[in-house]
Structure formats: structure tokens, C-alpha cells
């Protein structure tokens, strides 16, 4: 198993009611490939972040997939900044239609002009959003009205653990992933 391709594993549906009525959705794991694939054409992500005082924050965020990390934008002054600051651990959920994907990660500060241009590319390819590089920051014309505006902090999350939930239930078995670090 490696990080960038874990083994997917299914997870049990032992319990009333929980069967599926065809075969795949009772024993095929995801494909991580394919649920990879799925965070570059998902436009809405939610971040969970951990406060200092480890009550939970989540909000609605703009996520850019570069395998193997997830690159998030945030305004130095936001609770999701602070959070990462002080505790990298988060986790990211996205809806993408046919699944629900979670994903367990660790977040850190990118400040490397490599990192950035990648994290920039990546944002760039999959949501159409020009950004530069302005020193340990990414700089754009725009920002979601919320956001603060630019320039943005960015975090790489490389992930830990994740689960796939099929939303039909038929599909794919309810899968989980490993990563080693």
C-alpha cells in the first residue's frame, strides 16, 4: 500500500436492512483512481478544522485535487487559517454525486514557490481560477464574497484515511482507504 494508491477495503454492511441488492454493491471495493477522479469534477467541499479549544468548525471551501494532495485557500485572518495553524488535523467531505466522499487529513501551510505554482495550476485546471504566486501567498483578481479577499494563504492536505459511501447503495460497497505517511 502506498500513499498515493491505498488499497481500498470494504466496509461491513452486517445489520438489519443494510444488504444491497446486486453482488457489487455487497463486496466491490472502490478504486481509489476512481474516487480520485471524482475531487477534480466536485465543486463544493466542506473543511472541518479543530479549534485550540478542540471544538469543531466546518465550512463550505473551494478545493483544487493535485494527487496525492487536496490544496485549500484561506485568508490569514479566518478561524479555518487559525485552525490549521494549531492543529493540521481536518477533514474534508465532498457530495459528488454518485458518492460521498470523506477524507482524513493533515493540513500544512504551503510557502515553497514550487508549491504554490502547483497549488495554482491545480485551481487554475479545475475551477478556471487565475491565481499568482505574490511570495508565501496566491493572489487573484477575485475571492468568494466571504473570503476576505485575496491574497490567500494555501494548505496542502495530504490525506491519512478516507471513505467512499455510495449514494444508490448499489454501486460499490461502502469503501475504506489506508494511506501511509
Known amino acids: 500500500m502506498s500513499h498515493d494508491h491505498p488499497v481500498g477495503e470494504a466496509m461491513s454492511r452486517a445489520g438489519k436492512g443494510t ?7 455487497n463486496s466491490q471495493p472502490l478504486d481509489w483512481k476512481d474516487a480520485s477522479d471524482q475531487l477534480t469534477k466536485t465543486q463544493w467541499f ?5 479549534r485550540p479549544d478542540g471544538r469543531p468548525h466546518v465550512m463550505p471551501v473551494l478545493i483544487a485535487w493535485s494527487d496525492p494532495l487536496l490544496f485549500v485557500a484561506s485568508k490569514d485572518t479566518a478561524r479555518k487559517t487559525r485552525n490549521m495553524e494549531s492543529n493540521g488535523h481536518c477533514v474534508v467531505t465532498a457530495d459528488t454525486g454518485q458518492i460521498h466522499l470523506i477524507i482524513e487529513g ?6 515553497d514557490e514550487a508549491g504554490l505554482r502547483r497549488a495554482s495550476g491545480a485551481f487554475k485546471t479545475i475551477h478556471g481560477w487565475e491565481t499568482t504566486v505574490a ?7 477575485f475571492g468568494a464574497p466571504t473570503s476576505g ?15 467512499a459511501l455510495p449514494i444508490d447503495g448499489e454501486t460499490t460497497t461502502p469503501t475504506r482507504w489506508r494511506f501511509t505517511v
Not at 444488504?19 to 454493491?25: C, I, K, L, P
Not at 466542506?46 to 479543530?50: E, G, K, P, Q, S
Not at 511570495?135 to 483578481?141: F, M, S, T
Not at 490567500?152 to 491519512?160: D, H, K, L, Q, V
Request: glycine share 8%.
Open 46 to 50: 466542506w473543511l472541518a478544522t479543530v
Open 106 to 111: 493533515e493540513a500544512e501551510r504551503v510557502t
Open 149 to 163: 479577499g485575496p491574497p490567500y494563504n494555501i494548505y496542502a492536505i495530504r490525506p491519512t484515511k478516507a471513505f
Open 135 to 141: 511570495g508565501d501567498k496566491l493572489d487573484a483578481e
Open 19 to 25: 444488504a444491497a441488492a446486486r453482488a457489487a454493491g
